[in-house]
């Protein structure tokens, strides 16, 4: 019942930038955290960005100074501006939230179905 949809990937040359987009919907009573993970090939899923409700954002080592992550509570959506690109970045990009859907519910997490991250000149 619950849906996130990614946006904004897409092939960009080294030291470009993306901004990805995700949103939220569905049944939704409260979104305790939201984050960007990717996936490179030959590699596991790791956290790339993450900021819960009220606090402050984590971030990988290998993206700090770089991607910045941001809420917008309001339309239950979160964003990844990507900066000075690297091929290493190179890897699809999940979007996720923990949530819960009603006042008794604990809190799951919610995955995107991915977009594409390419950077290569």
């Known amino acids: 019942q619950v849906q996130l949809v990614e946006s904004g990937g897409g092939l960009v040359q080294p030291g470009g930038s993306l901004r990805l987009s995700c949103a939220a919907s569905g049944s939704i009573f409260f979104i305790s955290a939201m984050g960007w993970y990717r996936q490179a090939p030959g590699k596991q899923r790791e956290l790339v960005a993450a900021?819960?409700?009220?606090?402050?954002?984590n971030y990988a080592d290998s993206v700090k100074g770089r991607f910045t992550i941001s809420r917008d509570n309001a339309k239950n959506m979160v964003f990844l501006l990507m900066s000075s690109l690297k091929p290493e970045d190179t890897a699809v990009y999940y979007c996720?939230?923990?949530?819960?859907?009603?006042?008794?519910?604990?809190?799951?997490?919610?995955w995107g179905q991915g977009t594409q991250v390419t950077v290569s000149s």
């Open positions: 996720n939230a923990d949530l819960s859907r009603t006042l008794w519910s604990a809190t799951n997490s919610y």
């Open positions: 900021i819960r409700t009220g606090g402050s954002p």
